[in-house]
T-cell receptor, first 114, second 111 residues
């Protein structure tokens, strides 16, 4: 089983709203990732969690706030987003932080900021 | 110049044909090479990965890496309409580093 689940599938939010994206995996993976993907572009790395600790922040604006409550769950808290933040947000996981070559993606949350 | 170059396509082939995809790269330090398939409005799906040079086969898929030419390929035999998707190559310098993606190639397999 290589399943990463993400909720919600779609999200529409205003620029003053606060919302959260959720990602879960039950494969025992100890590295989890958030990516942002714009239309017809490849995924762009945002954050990496290794053993539930934030290890990489790719200079993401503070209106995006990640959280890893436990080894199976990853959240992305959103606040005061801009329309240009509309994109597909992908979560991924790998068995270990050192096994990025075997990374499994979830289906994504399609976010629209109005 | 981008670190990883990939023809955006679309690449249109008839059903049953061999699909040939490739990426070129400039960073000779890349050691891990991945291919992902992404259907429209879905997350990328890992097809296969290779370490360093050589070939790897998995069912209808064959991945090749030529580090001397900084060139990787993915071949899909007996293509099916269900293979219609965007194919992304990705590379990494070391196992724990971030992935560098190509821009993706859109493939259309016509019945």
């Amino acid at each position: 089983d290589t399943e990463v689940t993400q909720t919600p599938k779609h999200l529409v939010m205003g620029m003053t709203n606060k919302k959260s994206l959720k990602c879960e995996q039950h494969m025992g993976h100890r590295a989890m990732y958030w990516y942002k993907q714009k239309a017809k572009k490849p995924p762009e790395l945002m954050f990496v969690y290794s053993y539930e600790k934030l290890s990489i922040n790719e200079s993401v604006p503070s209106r995006f706030s990640p959280e890893c409550p436990n080894s199976s769950l990853l959240n992305l808290h959103l606040h005061a987003l801009q329309p240009e933040d509309s994109a597909l947000y992908l979560c991924a996981s790998s068995r270990q932080p050192g096994q990025i070559y075997e990374q499994y993606f979830g289906p994504g949350t399609r976010l629209t900021v109005t | 110049q981008k670190e990883v170059e990939q023809d955006p396509g679309p690449l249109s082939v008839p059903e049953g044909a061999i699909v040939s995809l490739n990426c070129t790269y400039s960073n000779s330090a890349f050691q891990y090479f991945m291919w992902y398939r992404q259907y429209s409005r879905k997350g990328p799906e890992l097809l296969m990965y290779t370490y360093s040079s050589g070939n790897k086969e998995d069912g209808r898929f064959t991945a090749q890496v030529d580090k001397s030419s900084k060139y990787i390929s993915l071949f899909i035999r007996d293509s099916q309409p269900s293979d219609s998707a965007t194919y992304l190559c990705a590379m990494s310098v070391a196992a724990g580093n971030k992935l560098t993606f190509g821009g993706g190639t859109r493939v259309l397999v016509k019945p």
